[in-house]
């Protein structure tokens, strides 16, 4: 049965969402063709029809996650940057992997990809860093972005440890230490 334009794009764009959160959630070889597919609702015989390969799904569902990333930051505009630290720091935020920040999710796969995963995720840190160095404190531009790239090394690597010790009180201390160094700390 052949699909209308639209009810492919819908498709689509189901397969993309559902990757995005799987991937962050079990990694790109921690789910195959199949289980992506089905929890689109399709099956894996249409999966060629709207990507090359899996790395190309990866590199498009990562692509997905940090534009999901940019846009929650985009939000955070409003709020202070001590709240928003706060948050992303969070044992919500530790705990729900799948619908948490791709950079930390996806960067161990990411630095075992291909060339289009690995310029995806550059691009995507790329435009984190300058939506974080509009709030840097510094007055200089070149300042206010060592400091938006500090801040997000920290963020990141202490949300990445803090989900893996596995020990929630070295979690949590790990990610106090964080926000105590960072610019919006206190």
């Not at 962050?24 to 709207?50: C, K, S, V």
């Not at 390969?53 to 990866?58: G, P, Q, R, V």
């Amino acid at each position: 049965m052949k699909v209308s334009r639209a009810q492919a794009e819908e498709n689509r764009e189901r397969i993309l969402d559902n990757a995005a959160q799987l991937f962050r959630e079990r990694g790109f070889d921690g789910i195959g063709l199949n289980d992506l597919m089905q929890a689109a609702g399709l099956t894996r015989g249409g999966f060629y029809g709207h990507f090359e390969s899996k790395d190309d799904l990866a590199a498009q569902a990562t692509r997905r996650a940090l534009q999901a990333n940019r846009e929650q930051w985009k939000k955070q505009t409003d709020r202070s940057l001590q709240a928003w630290v706060k948050t992303y720091l969070s044992d919500a935020h530790r705990d729900h992997i799948g619908a948490g920040c791709g950079l930390v999710a996806l960067a161990g796969d990411a630095a075992r990809g291909g060339p289009a995963v690995q310029q995806v995720f550059a691009d995507g840190v790329a435009s984190l860093v300058a939506a974080l160095q509009t709030q840097m404190p510094a007055d200089a531009p070149a300042q206010q972005r060592e400091q938006a790239l500090a801040m997000l090394s920290t963020l990141v690597g202490a949300l990445l440890l803090s989900r893996a010790v596995g020990d929630n009180g070295l979690s949590q201390e790990l990610r106090e230490a964080a926000r105590k160094h960072l610019p919006a700390g206190g």
